[in-house]
């Protein structure tokens, strides 16, 4: 028998990133490789400007599933669902298809297909019609002119009333503290004004109809008053990734918490500097409190940026030291330009644009930038009017962020108010809309046939007293055999068209051109199984684009961008101008007295220079006139005071 005393046994240590199909280590920087093999426990991702957090999100997921993980216990939160697909299908092309089935959407999708599910326990029915802003505000509109005395001026409009509830909804703070604080030449009102909401809520109930903000708050009342409920989703998704974390709103990160309440499995990705949405409701503390809200948070921070050059990452870098509440980064690259950016004045604006107009068409003849590639920012659409002249002077193609969407176009709300009748026949706002198309219907004979076409009775048109009784019966007979299920929403949109075609000829003397939009819009609708799926699409991610716009030539093959700061999050271009940085409007008089606000500029100017490659202008006029305070302004913004030479040059435009 052998002696094992004498045998002797060494140790090798298993390579345990050898059971994996993905080299992640190789693949990803090490930040980056930290978070994704992170699997239990909850990890915030703080992620800078360009620094890859979509890779990072995309090898998370598919570092999961090559765990063991099935991909339907995964829930991955983002902002735009093309987001949550792009995601998905980049996962699924490092690793698998399993990386498809993965639960993926914006926060409002989600409540949408969980609400249909549940909805008897918030006795909601399940066929509800989920309106957009425009609809919501007719609702306000109707119940606003029942309350309202005409002559009462000084009261706020459909709009506003509607932001007031928004806001006190995504803030989850009362109707009365957002009047007291952001409108104040309202305060006299609060009692009427809280009366319509309450109105509008009730009227919504009664009809089955949810706006965006109803979405999360009937799933967080769901999460909260139905323990078994919670329990089962959270156990359903047991590994919950969260994208923008910044972005969410009060009510949002409640969701969250909910959802994670058995295990605690939550990544939040996001970059407290670039956190400016708060007029949409976005909460700033959100991604400050996460470690408190989620003990044991493990933090990891993501700070190569893979977009601009070390020169603008460094003027970047200084920004961000002014910030007041913040979690400490410094973002730094690879990439290097000998190119500087640049802060210049000009003497007024007329001068600011003929300079950037100039400097456009150098980059664009004398560099060989495409102008697809050179974008200028502004903090208000307004402030580029001057620029648009001096453009379109020198024959420079451009395009403005920021028009009509294509489903706000009133052909096609026609178009989806017919649909939404046909799913909801309890919806009178879509079913008033349709009605008034009707030669010989007015708002009166509207009032009077709608009780009678929502009973369900069968109907007697000799008795309804209205001129067109030939148009109703259409109109009725076309909803009726819609609803048979045999029809896919196809068809059902081939119907309501061919229905639809004479209404568009007589009201509208450009009617051709409209009809690409029909076209577009039954095209759309081909890519869905059921009605429902497809109307709750069309106003949970509206497509942006009306076909007509493209037939005029609004979208050029290539044009230079005009945006918003806001509009253009998100996007990186090789040159970018940041126009009318002149302290007062960038940041605005507004918000010198809260450092909140002030600190959310500022991000905002970090967000801007940051969709820099390898060009960045910062222009400013001295001659800009503030009404707010009767004052010429003409420093640069104090967000780029103290700044070294070396960091940002500083020029004069002489004439």
Request: glycine share 2%.
């Amino acid at each position: 028998m052998e002696n094992l005393t004498e045998k002797k046994y060494t140790l090798k240590k298993v390579n345990t990133e050898s059971i994996y199909k993905i080299d992640y280590e190789k693949e990803l920087n090490p930040q980056q490789y930290e978070a994704v093999k992170q699997k239990e426990g909850s990890i915030l991702v703080i992620a800078g400007a360009g620094s890859g957090k979509t890779k990072t999100l995309t090898y998370r997921v598919a570092r999961l599933i090559e765990d063991g993980i099935n991909p339907k216990n995964i829930l991955l939160l983002t902002f735009t669902k093309k987001a949550a697909q792009e995601m998905l299908s980049r996962a699924a092309t490092v690793l698998d298809s399993r990386c498809e089935q993965v639960a993926g959407g914006t926060f409002h999708s989600f409540a949408n297909i969980i609400l249909r599910k549940y909805s008897s326990f918030l006795e909601l029915q399940n066929n509800f019609t989920i309106t957009d802003r425009t609809d919501s505000e007719d609702i306000v509109n109707h119940i606003r002119a029942k309350i309202i005395d005409k002559k009462e001026k000084r009261f706020p409009k459909k709009h506003t009333i509607l932001d007031i509830y928004s806001k006190a909804v995504n803030k989850n703070i009362p109707s009365d503290e957002v009047i007291s604080s952001e409108y104040k030449q309202f305060e006299n009102s609060t009692d009427k004004i809280n009366e319509i909401i309450r109105h509008y809520n009730d009227y919504k109930r009664k009809n089955s109809i949810l706006d965006y903000d109803d979405l999360l708050l009937y799933l967080r009342t769901l999460l909260e008053t139905n323990p078994e409920i919670r329990k089962k989703l959270s156990n359903q998704y047991k590994y919950i990734m969260v994208d923008e974390y910044q972005d969410t709103n009060t009510i949002q990160a409640q969701i969250i918490k909910l959802l994670a309440s058995e295990h605690q499995n939550v990544m939040a990705v996001g970059d407290d500097s670039q956190s400016i949405y708060s007029f949409r409701g976005a909460n700033f503390k959100n991604i400050l409190n996460f470690p408190k809200i989620f003990e044991n948070t493990k933090i990891i921070k993501l700070e190569q940026n893979y977009r601009s050059s070390q020169n603008i990452l460094a003027l970047s870098n200084e920004i961000l030291l002014k910030a007041k509440e913040k979690y400490t980064k410094t973002l730094f690259s690879t990439i290097e330009n000998p190119i500087k950016p640049s802060l210049i004045c000009a003497s007024d604006m007329k001068t600011e644009a003929e300079f950037i107009t100039q400097r456009v068409l150098e980059l664009s003849e004398e560099e060989n930038i495409d102008l697809n590639d050179i974008c200028v920012l502004a903090r208000s659409a307004r402030m580029t009017y001057n620029l648009e002249i001096e453009l379109s002077k020198r024959n420079i193609p451009f395009k403005k962020f920021g028009g009509m969407k294509f489903i706000e176009a009133a052909h096609i709300k026609d178009i989806i108010a017919h649909l939404r009748v046909i799913l909801n026949p309890s919806d009178i706002i879509s079913y008033n809309r349709i009605l008034l198309l009707l030669d010989g219907i007015g708002t009166q004979s509207a009032n009077r046939l709608l009780p009678v076409l929502i009973s369900n009775n069968e109907i007697d048109y000799k008795n309804l007293q209205v001129k067109n009784i030939g148009a109703i019966q259409k109109l009725t007979e076309l909803i009726k055999t819609s609803q048979k299920d045999v029809f896919e929403p196809s068809k059902i949109v081939q119907n309501v068209i061919n229905y639809y075609h004479p209404i568009l000829a007589d009201r509208y003397d450009d009617y051709t051109k409209r009809e690409k939009d029909l076209e577009h819009f039954y095209a759309l609708s081909e890519k869905y199984s059921n009605l429902e799926d497809f109307l709750s699409d069309l106003a949970l991610e509206p497509p942006d684009t009306s076909v007509t716009d493209v037939e005029e030539g609004a979208i050029k093959d290539e044009f230079l961008t005009l945006s918003t700061i806001h509009s253009a999050k998100g996007l990186e271009f090789k040159a970018v101008f940041i126009i009318g940085a002149v302290d007062g409007r960038f940041p605005s008089t507004y918000s010198f007295n809260s450092d909140e606000e002030l600190d959310e500029e500022l991000r905002l100017m970090y967000v801007a220079v940051t969709r820099a490659k390898t060009h960045l202008y910062i222009t400013y006029p001295i001659d800009m006139f503030d009404y707010a305070t009767n004052m010429v302004l003409s420093k640069p913004s104090r967000f780029l005071d103290n700044i070294n030479q070396d960091i940002l040059e500083k020029w004069i435009i002489e004439s």
